[in-house]
Each structure stands twice: as structure tokens, then as C-alpha cells.
């Protein structure tokens, strides 16, 4: 897994919080599945060895929540192409998905937000039959 790929981090967070995220300010979480999708086209491993990281430096969005929540669970996908944004796609078109904070995650390209909501585990069945169906590579 050194080599570059698509991942998504299912993210449990079990009771309501305030967060400030970096420079997009003070955001409410409400208890539930987060799902947050990324790309690491220089080493894989290495990114995920960091999001695991119970103390790191916050870097990315994604660390402001993690100092709160667990990763339960994490899909990824290796390969050079950039599949965030379209992993994402797919994730927010999942049953009960809500699109999270404007700009989360999406510094680097056009979507609103990399980070999705969920009232109850996300259904990674579903999204691997969505990839199936798009000819993308699976998890």
C-alpha cells in the first residue's frame, strides 16, 4: 500500500459536538456516520498512518474531527488516477446521505464538500456496486 490511491474514512461520532476546523470557522456535528473522501497520489500508506494517529498535527480538515470520532472503518482503492471527487459523487448519492459543511476536504477542487453525513452506518454495499457499475476500480 506505498503506492497512491483513493480512500474513504468511515467516521463514527458518537455524541453532538462544536469543532472548530481550521479557517472554516465553528461547525455542529451531530452524532452519526461521517464518510470523507481523499486521494493520496504521493503515498497512500502514509496518509492513512496520519489520519490513525491519535496525536498528530492538524493539517487537514479531516484531523479537527478526528480529534473526536473514530475511524471505523476505511475504503480505498489503489491506483494514480484522482477518484476523490468521484468517490464522493457516489457517496452522496448513497441511501440517507447528507452533504456536510461547505469546503470541507475541497480546497483543491469544484465539489461543495468532502465530507457526508450519515444517520446510521453508510451501506458500502451499495457504493461498491456503484463503483462496479461506473468501471471503477474496487475496493
Not at 482503492?77 to 476523490?84: D, F, I, T
Request: glycine letters at 8%; aromatic letters at 10%; hydrophobic letters at 40%.
Amino acid at each position: 500500500m506505498n503506492g497512491s490511491g483513493t480512500y474513504a474514512l468511515v467516521i463514527d461520532l458518537r455524541i453532538g459536538i462544536c469543532l472548530r476546523i481550521g479557517k472554516l470557522a465553528i461547525h455542529n456535528f451531530v452524532p452519526g456516520y461521517y464518510v470523507y473522501t481523499g486521494s493520496a497520489l504521493g503515498g497512500l500508506s502514509g496518509r492513512l498512518r496520519h489520519h490513525l494517529k491519535l496525536e498528530k498535527r492538524l493539517h487537514w480538515h479531516i484531523d479537527y474531527l478526528l480529534q473526536e470520532a473514530e475511524i471505523t472503518q476505511i475504503w480505498l482503492a489503489l491506483g494514480k488516477c484522482r477518484l476523490e471527487c468521484i468517490w464522493n459523487a457516489i457517496v452522496n448519492d448513497l441511501p440517507e446521505a447528507i452533504s456536510s459543511i461547505s469546503g470541507f476536504g475541497a480546497s483543491d477542487c469544484h465539489c461543495s464538500s468532502h465530507l457526508t453525513y450519515f444517520p446510521t452506518i453508510p451501506p458500502f454495499s451499495i457504493f461498491e456496486q456503484r463503483l462496479r457499475q461506473r468501471k471503477l476500480p474496487k475496493v
